[in-house]
């Protein structure tokens, strides 16, 4: 009705890396991967199972959190990478079904209105993301007592303070990377 169907895919582009995947795949990875860091590493605390492996001289950090915290730092990135092709897929597809707006209008939007440095941010933040998801919620299964409750009470709050956690770094990520840039919607004109 405005006339902005040029504009779209530059919208929705910049929503998509500036803000909405990384935060969506950490959110993800904080509720189905960070619980499961936290209710694994409980449990083995709670069982004492890290006082065997103490026992064998291996340091339960090293052998148990490390391998954790290293691996969610390599799939955040590429979780957000898959988020943002389905985000943008889904998009076009939606455009031209709902709106008849073809998808080569809605691509080179995009296109043009993405730049290099919102690709590199968007992945910055999502590393970013998934090492607090993953340090947060493998401290909290670490320091487990109390049996299941414990376990439990561990896990919620992994969740928790990883959600909050990723929302105070992504405020914080925003400001510092587009503090000043002005509208990137200017180009698009």
């Known amino acids: 009705k405005l006339g902005l169907t040029r504009s779209v895919g530059g919208v929705l582009a910049l929503a998509l890396a500036r803000e909405l995947t990384p935060v969506v795949t950490a959110i993800i990875l904080a509720g189905r991967v960070g619980s499961a860091f936290a209710a694994e590493l409980g449990t083995m605390q709670v069982s004492e199972q890290m006082d065997s492996l103490r026992v064998l001289d291996t340091d339960p950090v090293d052998y148990l959190v490390t391998p954790r915290v290293l691996a969610s730092m390599i799939a955040g990135p590429i979780l957000n990478v898959l988020c943002f092709m389905m985000g943008i897929g889904a998009s076009v597809w939606l455009a031209d079904l709902m709106y008849n707006v073809p998808a080569n209008i809605i691509v080179d939007s995009a296109r043009r209105a993405l ?48 959600l909050v956690a990723i929302f105070i770094a992504d405020f914080v990520l925003s400001y510092v990377f587009y503090q000043g840039q002005g509208s990137a919607l200017k180009q698009l004109k």
Do not use: N
């Open 115 to 162: 730049t290099d440095f919102d690709i590199f941010t968007s992945m910055i933040k999502s590393w970013v993301f998934g090492t607090i998801v993953s340090v947060i919620s493998c401290a909290w299964g670490f320091t487990t007592s109390g049996g299941a409750k414990g376990v439990g009470v561990s896990t919620t709050s992994a969740v928790v303070i990883s």
